[in-house]
């Protein structure tokens, strides 16, 4: 039997995502109205609206599915590799843009802005990973360095790695970002200590450590405002 898939323009008018974003922009569009403009196609069961909602439930939003596999993805009926590719491609994108163009000019004024500017990628990856923000007297972001990938414990915390490129930049202060894989962002006593250690450290160089944000998914804690490690 030949399969029949239902395209996006083949929707009713008033359920078209790309006629909605063309006259309201893509700010008014759902989660799966754009997904469903990514996907172009459903199925002969399926619009392709119902095909962006079922992935988005299916994953978990749209944190799960950028932590989703290519194979998880192709898996899935009304998929395939042709819209896995696309959706891959269309998340890195925005992975991308969201790490990138706001460390242009970012200015920290408090945790929450670590997070805005960190958050999308970093709440996804399937390993810890160690970040620095390098700020200016005045906390605007001048680069981020990723220090460490994988486990990030007292063992393996190097000041000379840590502090390099602050000591490089001559910046006057830091803030330390990782993540936890699991998602839940609470503090161990491991992530205690560790940033006690880069306190001290920094103090040696002049360097002033104004927080440790530990991001999970969708969420973060900030160690300074826990009052832990860091007074």
Partial sequence: MVEYHLRIDELPASEQPRERLRESGSASLSNSELLAIILRTGTAAENVLGLATRMLTRFGGLT???????????SERGMGQAKSAQLKAALELGRRLSSTQPEERAVIRSPEDVANLLMTEMSVLDQEQLRVLHLTSKNHVISI?????????????????????????????????HNHPSGDPEPSREDITVTEQIVAAGRVLDIEVLDHIIIGRQRYESLKERGMGIT
């Fill in 64 to 74: 799960g599915l950028a932590r989703a596999s290519f194979s998880e993805l192709c």
């Fill in 145 to 177: 360095s990723e220090v460490y990938k994988g486990n990030v414990n007292t063992s393996l915390i190097r000041p000379s790695e840590l502090f390099r490129e602050a000591v490089r930049e001559n910046c006057p202060a830091v803030i330390v970002v």
